[in-house]
C-alpha cells in the first residue's frame, strides 16, 4: 500500500526533515507514526498526500511512484486517501451534512447520492442525528468525528490522520483511535500520527518512529516477517 525507499525531504534554506526513510505499510493494516515535535510526522504524511514532494527517493502508493505524478494527476490520486487533521477544518458557516458532502459535491457526485454517503458517514461516526447542526455547536470530540466523516465519505481506501486526538481529553481520545481500529477492520488502510505513547500503547498496532527527520523504530518490519 505504502512504501518509502530512502526518502529524504530538504526545505528551502536547507532544513532536513526526513533523511533517507524507508518502509512498508501493506494494504489494510494500521500503524501509527511517533515522535517529538519536529520529528518531521506531518511531513511524512503530506508527502503520501501529495501536499509536499520528497528531495530524494521514492514513495510508491499502491504500486504508483508519487515522484512521478503530474501535478494534473493529483486529485486523482486523493480520492483514495482520506485525511484528518487534528484542527478539523471545518466550514462553520455551513451544517455538518454540508461540511461532510464537500469532498463529493468536488468530485460531481449526483445529490441522491450525495445524501445517502453523507448519512451513511454521519451513521458510523454517531452524528447522524446531527446533520443538521452548525460545527460550532459541537463538542470538540464530536467536530473531530465530522473531521472524521468528511475524510471516510467518498470510501477511501487509505487513512491519514495528523494528531487526530491533539486536543482532546483521554476518554475522548480513546473513542477517536477505536474508530480508526473499526475502519481499519472493514480493510482500510490507516496511518496516524500521534505522540500519545500511552494510548498507541493500549491499542496494540505497529508503530514507526522518528527522531530528528530519521526512522529509528519499525514495527511494520516483525509484521513484515511473520507474514512471510
Known amino acids: ?8 525531504k530538504r526545505y528551502p ?13 501493506p494494504r489494510g493494516k494500521m500503524a501509527y507514526l511517533t515522535g ?4 518531521g510526522k506531518s511531513t511524512l504524511l503530506k508527502l503520501i498526500a501529495l501536499i509536499e514532494r520528497p528531495s530524494r527517493g521514492n514513495i510508491l502508493l499502491d504500486g504508483v511512484n508519487l515522484s512521478n505524478v503530474r501535478n494534473s494527476k493529483v486529485p486523482y490520486i486523493r480520492r483514495n486517501i482520506g485525511i484528518i487533521f487534528q484542527n478539523h477544518h471545518l466550514l462553520y458557516d455551513r ?38 447542526c452548525a460545527p460550532i455547536t459541537l463538542s470538540g470530540g464530536e467536530q473531530q468525528r465530522v473531521g472524521i466523516a468528511r475524510a471516510i465519505v467518498h470510501k477511501p481506501s487509505l487513512l ?10 483521554p476518554e475522548l481520545s480513546r473513542e477517536i483511535m477505536e474508530l480508526f481500529a473499526r475502519f481499519n477492520q472493514v480493510g482500510v488502510s490507516v496511518l496516524i500520527a500521534s ?28 509484521v513484515a516477517d511473520v507474514e512471510a
Open 36 to 39: 517529538h515535535s519536529g520529528a
Open 95 to 132: 451544517t455538518v451534512f454540508d461540511n461532510v458532502a464537500l469532498p463529493l459535491v468536488i468530485a460531481g457526485y449526483q445529490h441522491r447520492e450525495v445524501g445517502k454517503r453523507v448519512r451513511a458517514a454521519l451513521d458510523q461516526v454517531g452524528l447522524l442525528n446531527k446533520e443538521k
Open 195 to 222: 505522540h500519545d505513547l500511552d494510548l498507541i500503547k493500549q491499542m496494540g498496532s505497529p508503530v514507526i518512529s522518528l527522531s530528528q527527520g530519521m526512522l529509528i523504530h519499525d514495527d511494520l518490519k516483525e
Open 160 to 169: 491519514l490522520a495528523d494528531e487526530p486526538t491533539g486536543n482532546l481529553d
Open 1 to 8: 500500500m505504502i512504501r518509502f525507499d530512502n526518502v529524504n
Open 13 to 25: 534554506g536547507g532544513h532536513e526533515a526526513l533523511s533517507n526513510i524507508s518502509f512498508h505499510l
